[in-house]
């Protein structure tokens, strides 16, 4: 199963000067595809599927060079595994910050920003650049506390 989205991967994977393996492909494929935030070992099993010849060594080799290259995000949901998700395609392409429920670890992905929010994050931008003289041209926010699930059982104890 091929996204549209891998071509324009490997092609700017090959403009930071990187060879396009199948492995490569592959993982490219896994996480272009993706509905959800994965772990290495997640992405190794559905590579796998595809190309048994896969490692998982090779798999964190990759998700290096993806992170490394900014085409792929890495995450720290407090759950002790690193996620994963593609910074453009069908999961990356709006921008968007993680509501992360630290009760269950569900993470919510939100891109329907409340006015404050979009004015504090501008001000917010302008303010470092300026203080740092440094050009900000992406953030990643995420916010924990409980979704309602929790805390309603939270409430219930």
């Known amino acids: 199963m091929k996204s549209r989205q891998e071509p324009l991967l490997s092609g700017k994977l090959k403009g930071y000067g990187y060879r396009i393996t199948r492995g490569r ?26 190309y048994p010849a896969i490692g998982l060594t090779s798999v964190y080799r990759t998700l290096e060079v ?14 002790g595994r690193a996620r994963y998700e ?17 009760g269950c670890g569900r993470v919510i992905d939100y891109a329907d920003f409340i006015d404050e929010e979009l004015a504090l994050l501008k001000k917010t931008e302008a303010g ?24 309603t059982k939270k409430n219930e104890k």
């Open 128 to 151: 470092l650049s300026k203080k740092y003289n440094f050009t900000i041209i992406n953030h990643l926010i995420q916010f924990y506390g409980f979704c309602n699930k929790c805390k």
């Open 86 to 102: 593609i910074s453009e395609g069908p999961r990356g392409k709006a921008h968007h910050h993680h509501l992360v429920c630290t």
């Open 66 to 79: 993806l992170v490394n290259t900014g085409l792929v995000y890495k995450f720290d949901f407090g759950d």
């Open 25 to 50: 492909e592959v993982i490219m494929n896994v996480l272009a595809v993706a509905k959800e935030h994965l772990s290495a070992e997640d992405i190794y099993i559905k590579a796998y599927t595809a």
